[in-house]
């Protein structure tokens, strides 16, 4: 085995106790957080990962999110009829990703308002920022017009927002 590579640990080995499912995250303190791998398929021919690839690495994360909440897509489009399509996104580059790195995305939701919401999402290695991207995710009914969002998933995002106090604000 060459130096580089790393032994796989007893603990991922398969037991009768284990049950195979996938990792969503978890929420702490607000924030979402989920481990993600960088696979060979995530990469261009340099080896790190092509830059559109953050946003589906993003986008697993709010979805992941949102499913920890009890939302789910298919749920929220069947039941009330409306889904969530990203308005506006702006993100940073800040250092590549690599193939096999393990990486995290944290999501922080910072407004909710009638029919969208406002997310921070950060993609870090090593615990450093590589990419933060900024976003505004719109609800939408089937026709794809603004729709409100349905009361107990704005319930659900506004948990999710943190509370500043008044004196914090400046």
Known sequence: ???????????????????????????????????MRVYYEDTDASGIVYYANYLKFIERARTDLLRILDITHSETMA????????RRCEIDY??????????????????VRGASLD????????????????????????AGRPHRLPTPVREALTKMVPVISPARRN
């Open 119 to 142: 997310a921070v999402q950060t993609v870090k290695r090593d615990g450093d920022d590589i990419a933060v991207a900024m976003l505004q995710i719109a609800c939408i009914d089937s």
């Open 79 to 86: 039941e009330e009829g409306v889904a969530f399509a990203v």
């Open 1 to 35: 085995m060459s130096p580089t590579r790393k032994k796989v640990s007893k603990q991922y080995m398969s037991t009768e106790s284990q049950s195979l499912r996938p990792t969503i995250g978890l929420i702490e303190d607000q924030v979402h957080r989920m481990p």
């Open 94 to 111: 800040l250092a590549p990703a690599r193939l096999d790195d393990e990486l995290e995305i944290e999501s922080r939701l910072v407004a």
